[in-house]
């Protein structure tokens, strides 16, 4: 659900795919590019920068058992400190 563009999803939105992941945030053409929370289908939670549908920028990385990592990301890899 969403914001579209002709058949791409542009502006706000939230997608759920059938193995129960969702994300919520901004699209740009069809990808996932901006702030947004991913919710990985084992309950991990990734909220943050995303470009191009890869984890980018400052983010929170939150696993199953409550260890998380806070910082940066850069083409989905934590990227710093």
Known sequence: ??????SQRDGIGTTEWPNG??????????K?????????A????YEGGF???KAHGH??????DGSKYVG???Q???HGH
Do not use: L, R
């Open 1 to 6: 659900s969403g914001q579209w563009f002709g």
């Open 21 to 30: 992941s969702k994300y919520e945030g901004q699209w740009v053409q069809d």
């Open 32 to 40: 996932a590019h901006g702030k947004g929370t991913f919710i990985h």
């Open 42 to 45: 084992d309950g991990a939670i």
């Open 51 to 53: 470009s191009q549908d």
């Open 59 to 64: 983010g929170m990385y939150k696993h199953v």
């Open 72 to 74: 940066g990301w850069e």
């Open 76 to 78: 989905d890899q934590q």
